[in-house]
């Protein structure tokens, strides 16, 4: 991958990573990485309640496996391993990363494994 486009990605990922982490936080929702500034928290004052709590739990935990999935793909790309796919180690293409830049699996890998879950257990 050229370091133009590891750039651009990873650049795309701390973007995410913010939104994700923003999202949470607004929602009242405690964020793994304690790094909350107080313009961040001061949002936490807003987070609704009652009835719209249970839908916000509900996306909380939507918000947090993507978070954790930004925050993953951020470490690999520290760590120089960004864009590779973690079943089979080839490169993910770039197409897909700049889709789903927090992508795990190569395309082939992800349809594997959708192929393998969608496969109604036999009777
Ligand atoms: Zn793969």
Redesign the pocket.
């Given at each position: 991958m050229s370091g133009t486009a590891l750039a651009e990605l990873t650049a795309a990922l701390a973007v995410r990573e913010l939104q994700l982490r923003t999202r949470l936080v607004r929602n009242g929702h405690a964020v793994p990485e304690a790094d909350i500034t107080h313009d961040v928290a001061d949002l936490k004052d807003r987070a609704a309640e009652g009835a719209q709590q249970a839908v916000d739990d509900a996306e909380a935990d939507v918000l947090r496996g993507q978070h954790a999935r930004v925050g993953a793909a951020l470490r690999r790309a520290h760590e120089h391993r960004y864009g590779l796919?973690l079943?089979?180690g080839?490169a993910i293409s770039l197409e897909r990363l700049r889709a789903l830049p927090e992508a795990e699996?190569?395309l082939?890998?992800q349809r594997t494994q959708e192929g393998v879950r969608r496969t109604p257990p036999a009777r």
């Open positions: 796919c079943a089979c080839e699996l190569c082939p890998c």
